[in-house]
């Protein structure tokens, strides 16, 4: 069997920006088919589910094929006990995890039937996420006891996941020559008290189930102006709002274009639902007891929500530090790849 750190090493290797998975899909499907056979491998597209159901309690593992655009950290390296490289936190660290499990004769004949899922698409746009479509391919996977997304979580369970709204607010002016400004309306200084107001706002802490959620409203891209001699006549920015589990979709759109009250447009582009804790759930004490790992909020969007919204309770647990994601130094340690290994191996083996 290869070593976590070979297969991590493997993966990098293999480009997979969001769009261009087909090659690591492939890559994987060859890889597990002498394992589970063509029987219990089912290809969506450029996803793939490894494993079925059988009459014992089913437990299934989620990590995604892709990763954010290279910059500069293609070519994978193994130095000072960590492996670096594009996808070495996000995700590709929690896919070799998954791979040695997999591939694992003790978890085969443990006490849980466990599936695996290798979905695309996963770093785009919510509405584009490959989970849907496997979701809505492979039905039983809803009848999963509990799930475990693999994206990193700094060695803690990290419990629910913050829900996002992304929507453009506009700003309308009026265009006119830049030598005469007073013939026209600027409609980027018109944003300037928007802007500056947003500038000034400070992260919202909101506990849930005893773990705190920061709630964050933040302007991430702007647009504005056709020419330097030309007073703009239309301004657009992309406001990015997370919210805690506490909070409908509903209510974060509302609390959206309450604080864009200003503006003269908002449209929103981009929504999805936070996820709920799964306290009290079983399978949660029993990983966290066998795991040893400390309990904490996910302060992020991930797919747990897709799942949580399909009644499979999910945790998010996986090698790496949160903070190296999309970073061009990205890098995972491989204490931290054994550790969720162990931890996960314990989980599904013993009941």
């Known amino acids: 069997m290869s070593s976590l750190v070979e297969d991590l090493v493997w993966l990098i290797g293999i480009r997979s920006v969001t769009g261009e998975e087909e090659e690591i899909c492939t890559a994987i499907a060859r890889r597990l088919s002498p394992r589970w056979g063509a029987d219990a491998i089912t290809r969506i597209g450029n996803a793939l589910v490894v494993g079925a159901p059988d009459d014992r309690p089913l437990l299934t593992l989620y990590g995604h094929l892709d990763t954010v655009p290279e910059q500069g950290n293609l070519v994978p390296e193994v130095s000072d006990g960590r492996v670096h490289g594009l996808g070495a936190v996000d995700m590709k660290g929690g896919v070799a995890v998954m791979l040695s499990l997999l591939e694992d004769e003790r978890v085969a004949a443990g006490p849980f039937a466990v599936a695996g899922v290798f979905y695309d698409k996963e770093e785009g746009a919510a509405h584009d996420n490959g989970l849907e479509d496997v979701l809505d391919a492979v039905p039983w996977l809803a009848g999963a006891e509990f799930a475990v ?168 647990y996986g090698p790496g530090a949160t903070a190296l994601a999309h970073r061009p130094d990205e890098a995972v340690a491989v204490a931290d790849l054994e550790a969720v290994r162990s931890g996960l191996l314990r989980f599904l083996t013993e009941g």
């Open 149 to 316: 997304v693999l994206e990193p979580s700094d060695g803690e369970l990290q419990l629910g996941c913050q829900g996002a709204v992304n929507a453009t607010v506009t700003f309308l002016g009026r265009a006119a020559h830049s030598a005469r400004p007073w013939l026209g309306e600027n409609a980027v200084t018109k944003a300037g008290e928007f802007l500056a107001e947003m500038h000034r706002r400070e992260p919202i802490p909101v506990h849930v189930a005893g773990l705190e959620f920061k709630e964050t409203m933040t302007i991430t891209t702007a647009a504005g102006g056709i020419a330097r001699n030309v007073i703009p006549a239309r301004f657009d920015l992309n406001l990015n709002y997370r919210f805690p589990p506490d909070v409908s979709l509903e209510e974060a759109e509302r609390r959206v274009r309450e604080a864009a009250a200003a503006a003269d447009e908002v449209t929103i582009v981009d929504r999805a639902i936070a996820a709920p804790i799964p306290e009290g759930n079983p399978h949660l004490e029993r990983l966290a007891r066998l795991s040893g790992a400390p309990r904490a909020a996910k302060q992020a969007w991930t797919d747990v929500a897709r799942l949580t919204a399909r009644g499979v309770p999910a945790v998010n």
